[in-house]
């Protein structure tokens, strides 16, 4: 795989056997071996390899993902790295344990559903990514990975697997709860609160506002994503 880079755009290219094409015009495919071509329009395109951002920004979707505003919350907030084992769920499409992946040790990711499943199987190989394993597992029926230093949920009943968590996690490992309702983070903390190895660290939500650089029209964008989910951020004491 190439990816095209202009400054106002970029286009992954799966195919190299092929001319192709563009809204900018078309790069012939013996120029696809380049690191610069120009379009038959005349417009200036690098070719480069693409990088993990390049090839998750096109993993397919299934259902709604975690923002990446969101998803960098969770690891600065719990500080996740290379020696962590992590647990997802629901993989959904895929997109938070993919992004984990990339950075911890190891993330295991349970799911209910065989289509979004296969979605996700699809995502971890389009990105070749070796430490995701992904599991056909309802976790409020329970977690078999232990010693665990996160364990993220983005489920419509988040509640239901909080008694599942305790003997998963290490102690002093974080649970990150993802729901885009105020009743679902209620009656979560209402089942956390049941436990006295779970303290309360952090509900918060992130807000992004981008801004456009145009000339001298530089300001907020007119659009903005409005609210995706709350993040509430649970410790293992
Ligand atoms: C909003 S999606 C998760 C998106 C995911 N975080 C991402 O970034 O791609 C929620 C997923 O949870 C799954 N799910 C619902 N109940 C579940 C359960 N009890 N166990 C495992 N997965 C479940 C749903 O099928 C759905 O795919």
């Not at 397919?60 to 969770?74: C, F, M, V, Y």
């Not at 409020?140 to 949920?153: A, Q, R, S």
């Not at 939500?205 to 994503?225: G, L, N, T």
């Amino acid at each position: 795989m190439r990816l095209l880079l202009s400054k106002n755009k970029s286009f992954l290219i799966k195919d190299l056997t092929k001319d192709y094409h563009t809204q900018f015009g078309f790069i012939k495919k013996e120029d696809l071996k380049k690191s610069k071509v120009k379009t038959n329009k005349g417009i200036e395109f690098s070719i480069i390899k693409p990088q993990f951002i390049d090839l998750y920004k096109k993993i397919k979707r299934a259902p709604q993902i975690i923002p990446r505003k969101d998803i960098g919350l969770i690891i600065a907030e719990t500080g996740i790295g290379k020696t962590s084992k992590v647990l997802d769920s629901g993989s959904g499409s895929g997109a938070l344990a993919i992004m984990l992946a990339n950075i911890v040790k190891t993330v295991t990711t349970y799911e209910i559903r065989e289509d979004h499943l296969n979605v996700v199987k699809h995502n971890i190989k389009f990105l070749n990514l070796k430490n995701i394993k992904p599991h056909l597992k309802n976790i409020y029926e329970g977690i078999t990975e232990k010693n665990l230093d996160l364990i993220v949920l983005d489920l419509p009943e988040p509640w239901l697997a909080v008694k599942h968590t305790i003997k998963a996690l290490k102690p002093g490992a974080f649970i990150v709860n993802y729901s885009p309702t105020v009743p679902q983070i209620m009656d979560f903390m209402t089942e956390v609160n049941k436990y006295k190895e779970l303290s309360h660290h952090l509900t918060t939500e992130i807000i992004q506002r981008d801004w456009e650089f145009e000339d001298r029209k530089v300001r907020p964008k007119s659009q903005m994503m409005g609210h995706s989910g709350f993040l509430t951020i649970i410790r293992k004491i």
